[in-house]
């Protein structure tokens, strides 16, 4: 588990070396740095690399409208998250997919998913390009499609030691805001999102706990929203006024997302207006029919409105709005609503109805969401006075053109309380023209004075890099976790790395907690060896305390368990064998044991036992207490026998008193005393058999 100091951060590479190379985390934007369009930010820290979002630019056709892949290495990418179906997040997926070296994993979510494929499929076959220029074909979306893994909002998943999770973003159907955890810091990915709850989807959520970064939109900078009812009824006074005159109303909006609340807009004006119900409204998208399965379908993803109205009849089945799929079915005869993609008139039916009825005044124009720099949407609504047509000649603009967004994107409102309750201790700003996002940046400045808030806005290509402090913790769980350990207690069990977090657990909880197991290897080895058996276990009674006999129940063999760990066996007059569970104990035991009786071999012409020694425990006892009195007499010269059997060491004139059967040393001089204390431990060590407890 990591815990984070406050990071550093800069956009430029910096002199100064970062604590440790591991603990440099890396933001590039490769698109929507300083920009809307083609939003795709690049994120690397500890060895983990991270793309959200991967879109194109509207404005731009062809390679121009791609991110800055050139800038990164697609095949070190471990996990690719698109946050919702917009062509400006996601319609470079195929190309990146398909054409390039990336072999990560791409989730989504659900209702994302089946949008996507519907959406780039009609992006194909409107976009006006040649071949060459063409980023990818359908047989490319189809193959994406199968290489793209869902996730659930709320749902946490682990790939190559990132987690990451997802909440509810407002926007579109099934837009989704990440969370990214690596090693403790943890990055919000917002996407577009909105706070605000509109006729079928739900606001933003907001994560129950601060990111370290929050990588967050700034489409509308410092801008705010009118009330949801003023713009509604703008929008429909607007179309009202228009097709009463006998004019005809053009809605230039993408095939999914803003379009669906405003058929739902229209659909129920048009209910409470029976003098409009001869007035047709169309829904001109190659996949009306489709689209509108989709919605039907994801219909719990919406708010409690949607799903109430859903219990009584189907609020997307509409009864006075009609498909039409191209402009050779449709009948242009009187006054008419027709909402087209797409919603920047660059191409398609809205651009073919744009070019048809821009120069008659009794007609209107509604551009309903946000405006790419570099559109014809955004150029009409500057209102100048002729515009081009797609034929190459000029036309003059005396259609009325009025822009009320229903744009479900943050406004100031909405970004500053965001960032209020959620305290992220870094933001990026992305997704924002660069005035727009300069005058924000200013605003959040003023507001996050007291905090230390850092607030940076980096350009396309251009890196933001932090450090960050982390710490290794590891934590007990399972059986070991049951008892708290007091201050200078050993905890012994495995140590289990998975990712960035380490766990220590007991072997038998090993398989509960991770999707390891434990198993056991039994070893055997057979040595010859002709002597006597007595003779092997005389000799591994001097090296070892426990040396216990039996005899095998199966084999009806003897047998002797040396130091509870290995059992030798007797298996024939010329053989002997070993057997033990595996461990470094056990292998170390069974190894002397291999020696020992190697060298009794080679000695059976001089050793000869025929039945076991009576151990004289009196003449041990002497015999080991004239050893330890040889070898002090060795280390201090001058040793006698005082009072109670006591031994008197002497060394330059300092006595040390030295009681044989507790080890305890009296005497003035400290020094001394360790010395005595500590040779006595050695020598009683190497005279006495190796107890079964030095094991442990």
Same mark, same amino acid.
């Given at each position: 588990?990591?815990?984070?100091?406050?990071?550093?951060?800069?956009?430029?590479?910096?002199?100064?070396?970062? @604590?440790?190379?591991?603990?440099?985390?890396?933001?590039?934007?490769?698109?929507?740095?300083?920009?809307?369009?083609?939003?795709?930010?690049?994120?690397?820290?500890?060895?983990?690399?991270?793309?959200?979002?991967?879109?194109?630019?509207?404005?731009?056709?062809?390679?121009?409208?791609? @991110?800055?892949?050139?800038?990164?290495?697609?095949?070190?990418?471990?996990?690719?998250?698109?946050?919702?179906?917009?062509?400006?997040?996601?319609?470079?997926?195929?190309?990146?997919?398909?054409?390039?070296?990336?072999?990560?994993?791409?989730?989504?979510?659900?209702?994302?998913?089946?949008?996507?494929?519907?959406?780039?499929?009609?992006?194909?076959?409107?976009?006006?390009?040649?071949?060459?220029?063409?980023?990818?074909?359908?047989?490319?979306?189809?193959?994406?499609?199968?290489?793209?893994?869902?996730?659930?909002?709320?749902?946490?998943?682990?790939?190559?030691?990132?987690?990451?999770?997802?909440?509810?973003?407002?926007?579109?159907?099934?837009?989704?805001?990440?969370?990214?955890?690596?090693?403790?810091?943890?990055?919000?990915?917002?996407?577009?999102?909105?706070?605000?709850?509109?006729?079928?989807?739900?606001?933003?959520?907001?994560?129950?706990?601060? +990111?370290?970064?929050?990588?967050?939109? #700034?489409?509308?900078?410092?801008?705010?929203?009118?009330?949801?009812?003023?713009?509604?009824?703008?929008?429909?006074?607007?179309?009202?006024?228009?097709?009463?005159?006998?004019?005809?109303?053009?809605?230039?909006?993408?095939?999914?997302?803003?379009?669906?609340?405003?058929?739902?807009?229209?659909?129920?004006?048009?209910?409470?207006? +029976? *003098?409009?119900?001869?007035?047709?409204?169309?829904?001109?998208?190659?996949?009306?029919?489709?689209?509108?399965?989709?919605?039907?379908?994801?219909?719990?993803?919406?708010?409690?409105?949607?799903?109430?109205?859903?219990?009584?009849?189907? +609020?997307?089945?509409?009864?006075?709005?009609?498909?039409?799929? #191209?402009?050779?079915?449709?009948?242009?005869?009187?006054?008419?609503?027709?909402?087209?993609?797409?919603?920047?008139?660059? #191409?398609?039916?809205?651009?073919?109805?744009?070019?048809?009825?821009?120069?008659?005044?009794?007609?209107?124009?509604?551009?309903?969401?946000?405006?790419?720099?570099?559109?014809?949407?955004?150029?009409?609504?500057?209102?100048?006075?002729?515009?081009?047509?797609?034929?190459? &000649?000029?036309?003059?603009?005396?259609?009325?053109?009025?822009?009320?967004?229903?744009?479900?994107?943050?406004?100031?409102?909405?970004?500053?309380?965001?960032?209020?309750?959620? %305290?992220?201790?870094?933001?990026?700003?992305?997704?924002?023209?660069?005035?727009?996002?300069?005058?924000?940046?200013?605003?959040?400045?003023? &507001?996050?004075?007291?905090?230390?808030?850092?607030?940076?806005?980096?350009?396309?290509?251009?890196?933001?890099?932090?450090?960050?402090?982390?710490?290794?913790?590891?934590?007990?769980?399972?059986?070991?976790?049951?008892?708290?350990? *007091?201050?200078?207690?050993?905890?012994?069990?495995?140590?289990?790395?998975?990712?960035?977090?380490?766990?220590?657990?007991?072997?038998?909880?090993?398989?509960?907690?991770?999707?390891? #197991?434990?198993?056991?290897?039994?070893?055997?080895?057979?040595?010859?060896?002709?002597?006597?058996?007595?003779?092997?276990?005389?000799?591994?009674?001097?090296?070892?305390?426990?040396?216990?006999?039996?005899?095998?129940?199966?084999?009806?063999?003897?047998?002797?368990?040396?130091?509870?760990?290995?059992?030798?066996?007797?298996?024939?007059?010329?053989?002997?064998?070993?057997?033990?569970?595996?461990? @470094?104990?056990?292998? %170390?035991?069974?190894?002397?044991?291999?020696?020992?009786?190697?060298?009794?071999?080679?000695?059976?012409?001089?050793?000869?036992?025929?039945?076991?020694?009576?151990?004289?425990?009196?003449?041990?006892?002497?015999?080991?207490?004239?050893?330890?009195?040889?070898?002090?007499?060795?280390?201090?010269?001058?040793?006698?026998?005082?009072?109670?059997?006591?031994?008197?060491?002497?060394?330059?004139?300092?006595?040390?008193?030295?009681?044989?059967?507790?080890?305890?040393?009296?005497?003035?001089?400290?020094?001394?005393?360790?010395?005595?204390?500590?040779?006595?431990?050695?020598?009683?060590?190497?005279?006495? +058999?190796?107890?079964?407890?030095?094991?442990?």
């Amino acid at each position: 588990m990591a815990s984070t100091g406050q990071p550093q951060s800069s956009l430029k590479r910096r002199d100064s070396m970062p @604590p440790r190379e591991g603990d440099q985390l890396i933001i590039t934007p490769l698109g929507a740095g300083n920009e809307v369009g083609r939003s795709c930010v690049y994120m690397t820290y500890k060895g983990k690399t991270i793309l959200f979002d991967c879109g194109i630019h509207p404005a731009y056709s062809g390679m121009a409208a791609l @991110p800055y892949f050139d800038e990164i290495d697609p095949s070190t990418i471990d996990v690719l998250l698109i946050t919702h179906f917009h062509l400006d997040h996601a319609a470079s997926l195929p190309y990146f997919l398909e054409k390039t070296t990336f072999k990560g994993r791409v989730f989504m979510t659900h209702a994302t998913k089946a949008i996507y494929k519907l959406l780039l499929s009609d992006y194909v076959k409107v976009s006006k390009v040649s071949v060459e220029d063409m980023l990818f074909d359908e047989q490319d979306i189809l193959r994406s499609m199968d290489k793209i893994e869902v996730i659930d909002f709320h749902q946490t998943l682990e790939v190559n030691g990132i987690r990451f999770w997802c909440y509810t973003a407002g926007h579109v159907l099934g837009a989704a805001m990440f969370m990214v955890d690596i090693a403790g810091v943890r990055v919000l990915y917002t996407g577009d999102y909105s706070r605000e709850e509109d006729r079928h989807l739900r606001a933003a959520e907001l994560p129950q706990f601060s +990111p370290d970064i929050c990588i967050i939109e #700034s489409t509308y900078g410092v801008q705010l929203h009118q009330s949801r009812t003023i713009r509604e009824k703008r929008f429909t006074d607007v179309i009202h006024n228009t097709v009463s005159q006998g004019g005809r109303v053009l809605i230039p909006a993408f095939a999914l997302g803003r379009a669906q609340e405003l058929l739902l807009i229209l659909d129920e004006y048009w209910s409470n207006h +029976p *003098e409009l119900h001869n007035i047709p409204i169309y829904y001109a998208s190659p996949l009306a029919k489709r689209c509108m399965a989709v919605y039907q379908t994801y219909i719990n993803s919406m708010n409690e409105r949607i799903r109430n109205q859903f219990a009584n009849s189907n +609020p997307f089945d509409f009864r006075h709005i009609s498909p039409l799929k #191209s402009i050779e079915n449709f009948k242009d005869v009187g006054p008419s609503v027709v909402m087209a993609s797409p919603g920047g008139l660059q #191409s398609g039916l809205s651009r073919q109805l744009f070019d048809k009825w821009c120069a008659d005044k009794k007609n209107a124009c509604v551009i309903p969401g946000y405006v790419v720099e570099g559109t014809l949407a955004k150029t009409i609504i500057n209102e100048p006075k002729e515009v081009s047509l797609m034929n190459g &000649l000029t036309a003059p603009l005396n259609m009325q053109v009025h822009y009320i967004s229903f744009s479900a994107h943050a406004d100031y409102n909405q970004t500053s309380t965001f960032l209020q309750e959620l %305290m992220p201790p870094n933001i990026i700003l992305v997704h924002g023209e660069a005035n727009e996002m300069m005058r924000l940046k200013q605003k959040l400045v003023s &507001l996050f004075t007291d905090s230390n808030t850092k607030i940076i806005t980096p350009k396309n290509c251009q890196s933001v890099e932090m450090y960050f402090n982390s710490e290794k913790m590891a934590k007990t769980i399972g059986k070991l976790a049951e008892k708290t350990p *007091e201050v200078g207690d050993t905890v012994n069990g495995l140590l289990v790395k998975k990712g960035f977090s380490y766990q220590i657990m007991a072997p038998d909880d090993l398989h509960i907690f991770s999707q390891l #197991s434990t198993g056991n290897v039994t070893q055997r080895i057979t040595i010859p060896y002709s002597g006597a058996f007595g003779v092997i276990k005389h000799r591994l009674k001097q090296i070892y305390e426990s040396v216990e006999s039996s005899t095998d129940e199966e084999s009806n063999v003897q047998t002797l368990r040396v130091h509870e760990r290995v059992t030798v066996k007797h298996e024939s007059e010329n053989h002997i064998s070993l057997h033990w569970t595996a461990d @470094p104990v056990s292998d %170390m035991v069974s190894d002397s044991i291999v020696a020992l009786v190697l060298n009794a071999s080679r000695e059976i012409p001089k050793v000869v036992v025929e039945s076991e020694p009576v151990v004289d425990e009196v003449e041990e006892e002497k015999k080991a207490e004239k050893i330890v009195h040889a070898l002090l007499v060795s280390l201090f010269g001058d040793v006698k026998l005082g009072e109670n059997g006591k031994l008197v060491i002497t060394v330059d004139g300092n006595a040390a008193i030295l009681d044989k059967q507790t080890g305890d040393v009296e005497g003035e001089n400290e020094g001394l005393k360790e010395r005595v204390r500590t040779a006595f431990r050695r020598i009683q060590n190497a005279v006495k +058999p190796i107890p079964v407890s030095a094991s442990y």
